[in-house]
């Protein structure tokens, strides 16, 4: 078990290091940060103190290991556009992302789940192709526009729901939570449902399709051989083999929902680190960009590593050793 | 004594876009209690079809399209499947080819075991897990009361193939349809499994359908053998008269083909031609394009089963009523 | 004739026929690039024409409302543009950029597929290697990240002449991939049947394999995945200029209609958002069900 962790940590090691590369690059060799934090007037004198003081005059693979020990302890350097220290930004901003990444997750799943196995086992019936067609119109329509459809309907026209930001919060040490006020949760709605339905489309059809795989291999046909239970056959059987393959998916597309966050965030003005990223990306603040793309990276391997746990509870193939 | 199982004139279709094919024509025979029947013939010939249609487990499309499958005089054939479930497993068990595929791989073989018995019978789960490690044991498997609760995936071929004898037949059926057991097993395992077989239907008074290819496990295990081509039953009979006198021509064709163990011979007789796709079998008999006896009477009108020396084929020779045009056998 | 004939005949065409759902997303396509293709012949007025607009027009509800006048169909946004209008020469926009885009990506997932087919080895593992990891994150964040990359890369008024490029590269090289591993199973088990290795004995060149013996033989596929994928760049196209950093304001797509129209959304003039919106989806939509139905087409076992 513990020598399973090790090496898929080992394994993600080679992937942090080729982003941290890409943003090392972003960071180093796109725009000029001297200019950037001196203005526009300066003289030689201050100029190359800047330069020792980053470490500028320093052979390139220094300058990356320095960037990698930084990038670990969290300092990424001064926004260039508010001149604020990138961590504190990234800190003050999480939060907001990460409670509607986590809402719009119960959303996806709570509701895909369930309409993939119902469209798997049934699939001829009215409601399964009403769930299909559904489907197809969420993948077809760009997250922004479910979003301002939303706003559309229920602030503009019927004016049950808060169209921005995120209500009312409460402090909890350096967390700021939107889920111990009603503003809070009433503002978390829409975003949640926006962010959330096409990563719903995407699993329901994917829970389908495994089923219907699942329910054609021999062993299905087999335990219906037997005489079991529909129930037993469905949801025992058939449901906990689509697990393996549904696990790694849905897992690698929550993780897309932290970096799908940027266009929902922009949609509701939602004070989060898409928001804080989008804003980097059009005028160019590189710092941010950068220091972004490693923290998605992280965050994706550390779902990676929690998809690899989870394999390793559904199959027993990958618990116990081959015997005879 | 009335038969087991008795299937007259079964017809599977399937619906396509250039028409329906006829995947079974009018294929009838009976299994009598206790007794083994062989099913031999061709890939495609119906063979597996036929045991799908009787366990009710036909791949849609794939539908009955008339004739009827009897159980203990009940028919079986437009049952609902909330009633069919009760009988398969509970009354007629199945066997599949492959036991790589046909094991749930994240249950333990004491699950799926358990889980059978307790939708058939009326046991408790202790009870359910005691016959299991007493049916593990029958079929084979050392040290059944650890290896109940190992994965699928912990055992060999030929021993899943035993987990798989012992599912079919934990809840006591009264027959077991056994779809190519042997096929997928290593050869000096085959032997194993069809002695094993055989010896707990015998003990149990099983009837046994055994679909296969390889007419030397017909050879040792079936009381009785129908020869099928091109989704019909060409010939029916007492193992031993099929094996060693087959009436129509196409299963003494087949017959033929079997290597003889008792001596070499430089050159094995075989039946030129293949066997017709469904979507073009020919009228009248469906082997006429291939037999050597072929005559006029065979291209156009099709032969029932008819009695032939100690068998039943389904061939115009044996038509005592009319006069055969050349008759050589 | 006989041709024709062949083709009507034909099992794709067959199963196309019969799919009402093919048929319908076909002729719904067939509408939005048409539209779009001919705008400056169809559309009823030249959006970019400064001298046709007039401010007594601007906010112009659509025909069907009350207001409404069939002398702009859709309406009118707040400068006095015909909203019909503006939409077929955005369509315009968006086509041209999820084309281009998907045949970049197309170009480079196919030449890098093929390279990482042939060589094997230390190079196939590095290429897919890449291909794993940029998998693994979200086409949109790629794009961006390439977008504003860019924008700190090119001076300000350089970037704002190569803008439209830009997007046409961020969004190729975010789709890249998909055809790169497709391409790449598909030589891998080409590269060992007997016949290449007879081409090879008697020398004929590695590149002519792969182009007339490998390539031939994932055409269909491809086209699955260059349809499905049409439909995603024209999205990721429109999601980028919603978030302002696509194309320029003076080339709107319909992404950049949809922006500008979010902003008069709570004033009530929800037209001027709502119809690009919609005449994106139609767009999409119906390439996404002729990916699907081709998907399908294709592959017959997986219905």
Same mark, same amino acid.
């Given at each position: ?173 350096? &967390? ?149 | ?133 007493? &049916? ?194 | ?12 065409? &067959? ?160 789709? &890249? ?127």
């Amino acid at each position: 078990m513990f020598a399973f962790i090790l090496s898929r940590i080992l394994q993600a090691i080679p992937v942090m290091l080729a982003v941290a590369l890409i943003a090392f690059g972003l960071f180093t060799f796109v725009g000029d940060p001297i200019a950037t934090m001196l203005g526009q007037e300066f003289s030689v004198q201050q100029r190359d103190a800047l330069v020792a003081a980053l470490g500028l005059d320093q052979p390139v693979w220094v300058q990356f290991l320095r960037f990698i020990g930084n990038a670990l302890r969290g300092e990424f350097g001064l926004s260039y556009r508010l001149s604020r220290p990138v961590a504190d930004l990234i800190v003050e901003r999480a939060p907001a992302t990460l409670e509607l990444a986590l809402c719009a997750s119960v959303v996806a799943l709570a509701v895909g789940v369930p309409m993939g196995v119902y469209t798997g086992l049934y699939r001829r019936s009215w409601l399964s192709r009403a769930f299909l067609t559904f489907s197809l119109i969420g993948v077809s329509l760009p997250t922004f526009l479910i979003g301002i459809l939303l706003i559309l309907v229920f602030s503009v026209w019927l004016g049950w729901l808060p169209s921005f930001g995120r209500g009312d919060t409460v402090q909890l040490g350096w &967390w700021s939570t939107g889920f111990l006020t009603a503003s809070g949760w009433k503002a978390l709605v829409l975003p949640s449902i926006t962010l959330g339905l096409f990563q719903l489309t995407l699993i329901m059809r994917l829970v389908r399709s495994e089923m219907l795989e699942v329910l054609r291999s021999d062993y299905v046909k087999f335990a219906r051989a037997r005489g079991l239970r529909d129930r037993s056959i469905n949801f025992g059987h058939a449901l906990r083999n689509t697990l393996v393959p549904v696990i790694t998916i849905v897992g690698l597309q929550l993780g897309s929902i932290i970096a799908f966050s940027i266009v929902t965030e922009t949609v509701f003005q939602w004070p989060g680190m898409g928001l804080l990223f989008i804003q980097s990306v059009s005028s160019a603040d590189i710092p941010v960009m950068a220091a972004y793309l490693l923290l998605i990276a992280a965050v994706f391997v550390l779902i990676n590593l929690i998809v690899d746990l989870l394999y390793y509870a559904v199959d027993p193939r990958l618990r116990t050793g081959r015997g005879h | 004594m009335a038969a087991l199982l008795e299937v007259r004139d079964l017809v599977v279709e399937f619906p396509t876009r250039r028409g329906t094919l006829r995947a079974l024509d009018e294929v009838s025979f009976d299994i009598a209690p206790g007794e083994v029947l062989g099913v031999v013939g061709e890939s495609g010939a119906g063979k597996s079809m036929t045991g799908a249609a009787i366990i009710g487990l036909l791949e849609p499309p794939g539908r009955i399209a008339g004739g009827s499958i009897s159980l203990r005089g009940q028919r079986i054939d437009n049952l609902s499947r909330r009633e069919m479930r009760r009988i398969r497993g509970k009354r007629i068990g199945a066997i599949f080819q492959d036991p790589l595929t046909t094991l749930n791989p994240l249950y333990t073989v004491g699950r799926q075991l358990t889980e059978t018995m307790q939708t058939h019978l009326d046991i408790d789960a202790a009870e359910a897990r005691r016959r299991a490690i007493g &049916w593990l044991e029958m079929v084979g498997i050392p040290a059944a009361a650890e290896r109940i609760d190992a994965y699928p995936h912990q055992f060999s071929g030929g021993m899943r193939q035993r987990v798989v004898i012992a599912l079919a037949l934990c809840a006591e059926p009264e027959m077991v349809v056994a779809d190519e057991p042997t096929t997928a097993l290593d050869v000096s395992i085959q032997a194993q499994v069809i002695a094993l077989l055989k010896r707990l239907t015998r003990e149990k008074g099983t009837s046994v359908m055994l679909i296969t290819h390889d007419m030397g496990v017909i050879a040792e295990t079936a009381d009785r053998v129908a020869v099928m081509y091109a989704g019909r039953v060409a010939e029916i009979g007492p193992v031993r008269s099929v094996v060693k006198a087959a009436s129509h021509p196409y299963s003494a064709g087949l017959m033929a083909s079997i290597p003889p163990l008792s001596h070499r011979v430089e050159h094995l007789p075989q039946i030129d031609g293949a066997m017709p796709r469904l979507t073009a079998i020919p009228t009248g008999c469906a082997y006429n394009p291939r037999c050597p006896h072929v005559f006029d009477r065979c291209k156009v009108e099709r032969p029932e089963l008819l009695p032939a020396n100690e068998t039943r084929a389904a061939c115009w020779l044996f038509d005592s009523h009319a006069p055969r045009e050349r008759a050589h056998v | 004739m006989a041709a024709i004939a062949r083709l009507w005949n034909s099992d794709l065409f &067959w199963s196309f026929r019969t799919t009402p759902t093919a048929v319908i997303s076909a002729a719904v396509a067939l509408v939005c690039i048409l539209g779009a293709v001919l705008a400056p012949v169809l559309a009823p007025y030249n959006p970019f024409d400064l001298a046709s607009l007039d401010l007594m027009d601007a906010f112009n509800p659509p025909a069907f409302m009350e207001e409404g006048s069939w002398a702009h169909p859709f309406g009118t946004d707040d400068q006095g543009r015909d909203v019909l209008s503006a939409i077929m020469y955005g369509a315009r926009v968006s086509l041209l950029v999820g084309v281009s885009a998907t045949a970049f990506a197309l170009a480079l997932g196919v030449l890098v597929g093929l390279l990482a087919g042939y060589a094997g080895g230390a190079v196939d593992a590095v290429l897919m290697r890449i291909a794993d990891i940029q998998l693994t994150f979200p086409n949109i964040l790629i794009a961006l990240l390439i977008d504003g990359v860019a924008r700190a890369a090119l001076p300000r008024e350089l970037h704002d002449q190569l803008a439209v490029y830009v997007v046409i590269v961020a969004i190729g090289i975010s789709e &890249w991939p998909k055809f790169a591993r497709t391409v790449r199973g598909s030589a891998l088990v080409e590269r060992n049947k007997e016949y290449v290795l007879a081409a090879r004995v008697i020398g004929i060149s590695p590149a002519r394999i792969m182009l007339t013996h490998v390539l031939p033989n994932v055409l269909g596929p491809l086209l699955v995945l260059a349809t499905l994928n049409l439909g995603l760049a024209i999205l990721s196209e429109a999601t980028l200029s919603f978030l302002g950093v696509g194309v320029p304001p003076t080339q709107p797509s319909l992404g950049t209609l949809i922006r500008i129209g979010n902003d008069f959304l709570f004033s009530g003039e929800w037209w001027i958002a709502i119809f690009p919106g919609l005449a994106l989806v139609a767009m999409v939509l119906s390439v996404n069900l002729l990916g699907d139905w081709l998907r399908d087409a294709l592959n017959p076992r997986l219905r």
